[in-house]
């Protein structure tokens, strides 16, 4: 029985690589689902504003799947990843890069800046990961970010006739918008200079058209933009394949495949705090959209909360703390932005909104991080219900103007008041942090079978025959 339980992580753990004809590189080939759970494509969703840790879970799950996909965003993602006393700040690349056998593949969803994802190659290559083709991969569907999204991004968002959304200036709003006007320009219109130098004057004479208030963009010539990004686009040409047939390749050998979120389902384009959102679909409706694979391809679905609340940018966020417990939140769990550096607002974890993002994604299993951020606390709050115009409700709004009037209604649990860093399992949490822990669960009619007590590999505990540990992760 134990072999059984087990045999999904130890079976997608003996990945084999062999050479793919199609491909022209190496293919892993796993073994097959587990026969308890039947997962053998998971993905990684966030259950907030983004910045829940979802870098380190897909570290630590890696290691047990043969490839890990990026499916939408681009590198206004900000993974941070931590173990044997180094530090790798991810954007754009799949966490799974760091693990150094599995391959990586960007999806179609994602919205790539050639000249960022190059940096942050050579910066992860400096720090002795290695990237070759053959572990690292670029749907060739995948838009490009081009200089002059980036101007239009920064250029909205600081102009004081339109509303700020607090973007992260990186250009992955309006990348998004080419790409719905059918005028963005992707990998697969970049594989020749002359043809892509051509379709670059196109679209930027139009946006200089569109845009002639804008003076950095106007005052952009085509070969300052082909200066800017033609190397790092050639530099990439190699990592460029057709991530269809890729995936499909890899279902059909029962290859394990782990899809990697961005940003979070509060930050989804349909489903968050609209207009404060990112311009993708961040939950996990866009996993099919953004990678290529059939609906029945995803087994299972992970959720990543905080044991608490930050949110970056502008926008609602019905628990935040703007005094000295915000402050203490912000400074314990060192929440400054991974991309921008700016400080995170932080508050109480807010049960509504959770449960929310339990029944938009189907979660099978949540992560609860940086529990220890709360272990000074004297008493810990978390909201049960909103109070909207005097009354109670437990639904999630989707009205922004209903959001914003939100009063939180809170429950609160003593603190443990001990550091949880040394903890190694769940009982042996202190019993007012398993109290923490229970009382979620129940909320939300999901198991937490993962709890983060520090930053390190290390410091994770995974729940007994919870879905972490029937995935391999020990
Ligand atoms: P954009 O994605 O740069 O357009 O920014 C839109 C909103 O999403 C802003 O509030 C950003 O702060 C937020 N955002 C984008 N990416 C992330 C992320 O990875 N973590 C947290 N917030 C993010």
């Known amino acids: 029985m134990l072999a059984k339980q087990r045999g999904c992580g130890q079976s997608q ?22 026969e308890v759970c039947k997962m053998r494509n998971v993905a990684v969703i966030g259950a907030q504003w983004g910045d829940e840790g979802k870098g380190k879970v897909v570290d630590v799950l890696a290691r047990h799947f043969g490839c890990v996909v990026r499916f939408q965003g681009g590198n206004n993602a900000g993974h941070s990843v931590q173990f044997g006393g180094r530090h790798f700040a991810l954007h754009l690349l799949p966490s799974g890069i760091l693990e150094g056998q599995n391959i990586n593949l960007i999806g179609n969803g994602v919205v790539v800046d050639p000249c960022a994802l190059v940096a942050e190659m050579t910066g992860l290559e400096q720090q002795g990961i290695s990237i070759s083709a053959d572990l690292f991969k670029i ?11 980036r101007i239009l991004d920064q250029f ?7 509303r700020k959304i607090g973007t992260t200036g990186k250009g992955i709003g309006p990348t998004y918008e080419w790409k719905a006007a059918r005028r963005g320009l992707r990998f697969c219109d970049a594989l020749a200079r002359s043809g892509f130098e051509q379709r670059l004057r196109i679209e930027l004479e139009q946006a200089q058209r569109v845009y002639s208030n804008v003076s ?12 800017q990004v033609w190397p790092a686009i050639e530099r990439l040409q190699p990592h460029v394949i057709d991530g269809v047939s890729f995936l499909y390749e890899l279902n059909q050998n029962k290859t394990s495949i782990l899809f990697e979120g961005a940003q979070a389902t509060l930050l989804d384009v349909d489903f968050g705090t609209y207009p404060y959102v990112t311009s993708s679909n961040s939950c996990a409706v866009g996993i099919t959209a953004g990678s290529g694979v059939p609906p029945r391809c995803i087994h299972g679905v992970i959720g990543i909360t905080k044991a608490y609340t930050t949110r970056v940018g502008e926008g609602p966020f019905p628990t935040e703390l703007t005094g000295s417990t915000g402050d203490a939140l912000r400074v314990r769990g060192h929440e400054y932005g991974t991309t921008t550096g700016r400080p995170r607002r932080c508050g109480w974890l807010d049960l509504v909104a ?11 299993s949540l992560a609860v991080m940086k529990l ?14 909103y109070e909207i115009d005097g009354k109670t409700v437990t639904q999630f709004p989707a009205s922004l103007h209903h959001l914003q009037k939100v009063k939180p209604i809170y429950e609160s649990l003593p603190g443990w008041k001990t550091s949880t860093n040394t903890c190694k399992t769940l009982e042996g949490l202190p019993p007012a942090a398993q109290a923490y822990v229970q009382a979620v ?22 729940r007994e025959n919870g879905l972490f540990r029937r995935l391999g992760v020990s």
Do not use: W
């Open 13 to 34: 753990a003996l990945a084999l690589f062999v050479a793919s004809d199609k491909m022209g590189g190496l293919m892993p080939r796993g073994q097959g689902s587990c």
């Open 139 to 149: 749907s060739d569907r995948a838009h490009l970010v081009m200089p002059y999204h």
């Open 156 to 162: 909205r968002d600081t102009s004081p006739t339109q």
């Open 216 to 227: 950095e963009l106007t005052t952009l010539t085509v070969d300052d933009v082909m200066d």
């Open 354 to 364: 959770l449960r929310y993002a339990c029944q938009l994604n189907g979660y099978d």
């Open 372 to 385: 220890d951020v709360l272990d000074e606390c004297d008493q810990i709050e978390f909201c049960v219900a």
């Open 441 to 462: 669960e129940s909320f939300v009619s999901c198991p937490v079978d993962l709890v983060s007590v520090g930053p390190d590999r290390s410091e994770t505990i995974t």
